[in-house]
């Protein structure tokens, strides 16, 4: 798991708590910022998902250059 994904599950658990606790509360903001948290940190990982599988492919390839 890299910085990104972690980020990403972190980001994502904050806007689930901010959204339960404006839902709690009967806050429609903060369950919108929550939602907008949740979305944000759905990118981040996609985004640490990207690099992770991107630096699997180039270290299959430097590999296969090597004949392993």
């Known amino acids: ?3 990104d994904q972690i980020k990403g599950t972190v980001t994502d658990i904050a ?3 901010q959204e339960a606790a404006g839902r709690a509360i009967d ?3 903060m369950q919108v910022k929550g939602l907008h ?3 944000v ?3 981040e990982k996609a985004l640490g998902d990207a690099k992770q599988g991107a630096a699997h492919i180039s270290d299959a390839i430097k590999n296969a250059a090597k004949g392993k």
């Open 41 to 43: 940190g759905h990118a």
């Open 37 to 39: 948290k949740q979305a």
């Open 15 to 17: 806007g689930k708590l």
């Open 1 to 3: 798991m890299n910085k």
């Open 27 to 29: 806050n429609t903001e």
